[in-house]
Each structure stands twice: as structure tokens, then as C-alpha cells.
């Protein structure tokens, strides 16, 4: 299908298929290495083919993995008969496919419980009413998050963002996306700059794919150039995601952004991060503490598959990068914000957490 002739994002990111004899379920995908050109959308009817879409990023996206995630364990569920031992050895395979993101092991554990509690006769329709649950829960998060980070845009705002955080990462309009989606709906939002988010183009594909589909003036970056833009003054706000955030607030999220922070700490530009609490992780308990998961040297060593180093070129290609909270202006969740970002507020935004799930 060709972009031109559809409206922004007509194929949702994830969605659960149902059995439809004599095909079986499947969670079928966007997939993100597709975009902006072509709308594609991939069947995954078995956790192999799941767990090869999150590595080779057909779907990314802390929250998306999450809820992709969940619906993972329905379909094993849903393959396996309701068999435990099977169940669990599928639902390691999913919670390890990416090591980094927070949110994919905790859905896979949260749906796992949810079947395992079941008979086993019932647990395929126990992970998949569980995995609704959280999807649903993950539109409403994002919602939230826009509407408590919208309280920390100025007017008139040109506003910074790195890799991918709308509707392509979430059951809802996404996380950081979602607070400058909100900005510009309500006028505040004077430009957006899209740094390209090297090595693979999150931020050219598929940030200015989906903010060329909202309507939102905007213009894509040299992550390089992003320096150049705060020493001119036309930076007024950065928003970014999260893919992990430690018990002491430091962040892990998309490589490139913790030069980010350190440019708007230098030039006293507010640096506001934006993440559901599923994304918090007391168990972690600081940044050296989050494993960066390291990817191929082939991302960076060629471009589109076309090699643009000489041969044998070593590349150092870490997926993710550490920021430490004192770079943060803000944590904004659905739950509130934590402002100063430190151990204390972070603990506070869990139990809030808590207390909301509990009602």
C-alpha cells in the first residue's frame, strides 16, 4: 500500500486476531521497518514469529512491547493448550527478546499469572481477556500523560523530541508524542524538531511520519545538528520517552539522548521525560545497574543495506543510552509528575501506582 493513498496510520500498530477457523489467532503487526513508505502489516501466529519481529524492530516501543507482549502469552496460550510447562517456556522467550525495555517482561509476567490462575482449560481465554485489560489500561496511561505533561509546555513552544513516541509505541497517542500531540491540538506548539535518531531513522520514518499526519509543523534534524539549535536559542522544551527508568530516576531510552540532556541542561532548557510507571523499575537501582542491550554493527557500518564503511569496519552500536536524573527537569506519568526526578519521587509515583491499580 502505498503512503500516499492512505490517511496517517490507517493500520493500527498491534492488534489481536482472533481464531477464525481454520486459521488460528495471531497478533498482527505495523511494520515499523516498512514505514513511511509502505503500510504493511505482518501476522505473527506463532511466539517465534513474535519474538523475530521485536528483534528485528517490525514493532518497538516500550509500551507496544508491552501490550504486544501480553497478547505473545495469549497466543502461546492459545497454541499450547493450556500445557504450563510450554506456557512458561514461551513466555521466557518473549520476556528476553529485547533486554533493555522494562515493559515487555513485565506484561509477560503480568499475563502469565493471569493464565497460569486459570484452568487450564481456560487459560488462552484468561491471557487474552488480560491482555485487553492491559492494552486498554495502556490507552488510558497515555491519555493521562498527556494531559499532566501538556501543564509543562510554555506557548508558542519549539519543542525537541529523539526517536519514536506516538501511536506507533502504544495502545494510545503514545507517550512523549502524546504531550506535544496535545500541545498542538491546543495551540501551544510552535514547531517541532525531530532529531533523525541515528542509526536506524526512528525519528525521520516514523516521528515526522506521524507528525505530518497530525498536521504539526515540523522539521527533521542531524542528530548532530541538535547543538547548533540550542546555541540559538530555538530550542524551548525537549520531551523524550523512556524504555527503563531505575529506582534512583536515571533513564535508559534511545541512544542519542543523553547528549540531549547534557546540551539542555548547558543552555537551561527544560528536559522533561515522559513514561507510563510500568516503565519504573525499583529493582534497578541505579543507571549502571540497566543493561544496554547491543545491536548489530551492520546498522551502523551500512545504510539501507548498502554498506558505507570499509570492510571489516568494528561498530559500536549500543540500542540505548543512561541519563542521569539530575539532567531531568521532569518525570511526567499518568500518575503525576515527579519534579525533582530522585529516588524519593520515583518511589512516591510507584505507590501511586499501586494505590490507583488497588481501587
Known sequence: MSLSALPAQAVPAARWRPAEPPAGPAIVLLDQTQLP??????????????????????????????VVGGYGVALAAARAGGHEPTLRAEA???ADARPTAVNLGWAVRRVLAAALAAPAGGRAAAAVAEAHALAAQDAAASAAMATHGLALV?????VLTHCN??????????TAFAVVDAAHRHGRLAHLW???TRPL??????????AAGAGMPHSVLADGAAGSLFAAGAVDLVVVGADRIAADGSVANKVGTYPLAVLAHHHGVPFVVVAPTSTLDLATAAGADIVVEQRAAAEVTAYAGVPVCPAGSAA?????????????????????????????????????SIAACSR
Not at 165 to 172: D, H, P
Open 37 to 66: 513508505h509502505r503500510e504493511v502489516e505482518l501476522a505473527c501466529t506463532d511466539v517465534g514469529m513474535l519474538v523475530a519481529a521485536i528483534q528485528r524492530l517490525a514493532v518497538r516501543g516500550a509500551p507496544l512491547l508491552g
Open 201 to 210: 531513522l526512528q525519528g525521520g520514518r516514523l516521528t515526522a511520519y506521524e
Open 165 to 174: 513516541t506516538g501511536r506507533l509505541v502504544s495502545a494510545g497517542a503514545g
Open 316 to 352: 559500536y552500536n549500543p540500542a540505548f543510552d543512561v541519563t542521569p536524573p539530575q539532567l531531568l527537569t521532569a518525570l511526567v506519568t499518568e500518575v503525576g509528575v515527579a519534579q525533582p526526578v530522585n529516588h524519593e519521587s520515583v518511589a512516591a509515583l510507584v505507590a501511586l
Open 194 to 196: 525531530v532529531d533523525e
Open 154 to 158: 510554555p506557548e508558542d513552544a519549539r
Open 92 to 94: 521466557a522467550r518473549l
